[in-house]
C-alpha cells in the first residue's frame, strides 16, 4: 500500500515546489518593476519623496530643480505624469513641516494649480525651496540670460 502512494506524494511535493518556484519568480518581478518605475531621475539637483510617506510607497514622485525649471514627475502604473513650471513663474514655495516628513507646494504666477509633493525629507524640502530662490535670483539679475543661470548652478551652496 505504501509503495503505490510513494509517487503520488513525491508528485504533489514536486507540483508544490513548481507553484512556490512561480510565486517567488512572480514577486521578484512585481518588486523589480517598482523599483524601476521608482529609480531617480537624471539631473543634479533631484529630491525623490520617501516610500513611507502618504501616496508614494510603491510610486514615489520626485522633484527636479534645475536653473530653467522645476519639474515635478509622478510616476503612475503605465507611464507617469509630468508637470514642469519655468523658474520665473514660480510665485511662492511654501513648505509644510509634518511630523516626519514636510510637503512642498509650489505656486505658479500663472494662476494654473499649484504643484503639491507630500512626503519630501524636510532638508530636501529647505534645500528644494532655496535652490529656487537662487535660480530665480541669478535669472532676474542676469536679465534672463542662460550662462548667468548655469554659473549660478555650478557655484557651491
Wanted: charged share 20%; aromatic share 10%.
Amino acid at each position: 500500500m505504501t509503495d503505490m502512494q510513494e509517487p503520488v506524494l513525491v508528485q504533489a511535493d514536486t507540483t508544490l515546489w513548481w507553484a512556490a518556484l512561480f510565486a517567488l519568480i512572480l514577486v521578484v518581478l512585481v518588486m523589480l518593476f517598482f523599483w524601476m518605475k521608482g529609480r531617480r531621475l537624471p539631473g543634479e539637483h533631484v529630491f525623490r519623496a520617501s516610500r513611507w510617506s502618504r501616496g508614494n510607497m510603491l510610486l514615489p514622485t520626485q522633484v527636479v530643480v534645475s536653473p530653467g525649471s522645476v519639474l515635478h514627475y509622478k510616476p503612475e502604473l503605465f507611464g507617469g505624469r509630468d508637470q514642469s513650471i519655468h523658474i520665473n513663474h514660480i510665485a511662492s514655495v511654501l513648505i509644510d513641516r509634518n511630523l516626519f516628513f514636510a510637503d512642498v507646494m509650489i505656486e505658479t504666477s500663472g494662476g494654473t494649480s499649484a504643484v503639491r509633493c507630500h512626503g519630501h525629507r524636510k532638508r530636501d524640502a529647505v534645500r528644494m525651496k532655496e535652490l529656487i530662490e537662487q535660480f530665480q535670483s541669478a535669472y532676474y539679475r542676469g536679465g534672463g540670460d542662460k550662462r548667468a543661470l548655469r554659473a549660478e548652478s555650478e557655484r557651491p551652496a
